[in-house]
């Protein structure tokens, strides 16, 4: 069974620019989640989809930070404009419908430099 | 959010040594708990889990322990590979039945051949 897939791995932009990245769950799985792992802690929640309805997007800066899982599968993550402090690891995870507690399968993530 | 956060944030262990690795949490109200591992350039890697109504669990060499009186998990690595040396982290359910996962800061396991 394919994992789940990122892309890009990396990525170096300057402050103000803009970024995407796109996260491809495990085939199936209905909830998707992207989490933010700033260099030394743990990753923190950002937004949480099942299918393509928003569950939680409470932690989402959401003056620049926005993302959409049109389809209910494939998912984009966008940052406009980003800031220094978005320099991170951006990981995409899901995590299969029917249980209360899932396992959440997470992706390589994308390295995200903001100079 | 609430806190989970590790007594210790790095931990050096010899080849072939059992490995323990804590984490304390705050918030009473979490019913799921769950460790996971993470190498370097990877994402978390689901080790094992365990439900509040639970105090001990086992897997293959590794067993998470659960005290609900004190807040306090434990991650405890049987005879410790080279292979085992990575972050560490404890994840808690904040939102019962929501799998909204909030993440401790990590324990760095080091293991030395």
């Known amino acids: 069974e394919a994992g789940v897939a990122q892309s890009p791995r990396y990525k170096i932009i300057e402050k103000r620019q803009s970024v995407a990245f796109w996260c491809n769950p495990i085939s199936g799985h209905a909830t998707l989640y992207w989490y933010q792992q700033i260099l030394g802690q743990g990753p923190k929640l950002l937004i949480q989809?099942?299918?393509?309805?928003?569950?939680?997007d409470s932690q989402l800066p959401k003056d620049r930070f926005s993302a959409e899982r049109l389809k209910g599968v494939d998912s984009t993550l966008k940052i406009q404009p980003a800031k220094l402090e978005d320099s991170a690891v951006y990981l995409c995870?899901?995590?299969?419908?029917?249980?209360?507690?899932?396992?959440?399968?997470f992706g390589p993530g994308t390295r995200l430099t903001v100079l | 959010g609430e806190n989970v956060g590790l007594h210790l944030p790095t931990l050096s262990v010899q080849e072939g040594d059992n490995s323990i690795i804590n984490c304390a949490y705050s918030?009473?109200?979490?019913?799921?708990f769950i460790w996971y591992k993470q190498e370097s350039g990877k994402g978390p890697q689901f080790i094992i889990d365990?439900?509040?109504?639970?105090d001990k669990r086992q897997g293959q060499r590794v067993t998470v322990l659960l005290n609900k009186t004190v807040k306090h998990l434990s991650l405890q690595i049987a005879a410790t590979q080279p292979g085992d040396s990575a972050v560490y982290f404890c994840?808690?359910?904040?939102?019962?039945?929501?799998?909204?996962?909030?993440f401790g800061t990590g324990t760095r396991l080091t293991v030395i051949p």
């Open positions: 365990i439900r509040s109504n639970m």
């Open positions: 918030n009473s109200a979490s019913d799921y």
């Open positions: 995870a899901s995590s299969p419908e029917g249980q209360p507690y899932n396992e959440q399968f």
């Open positions: 994840a808690e359910n904040l939102s019962p039945g929501a799998n909204n996962l909030f």
């Open positions: 989809f099942q299918n393509n309805g928003v569950v939680d």
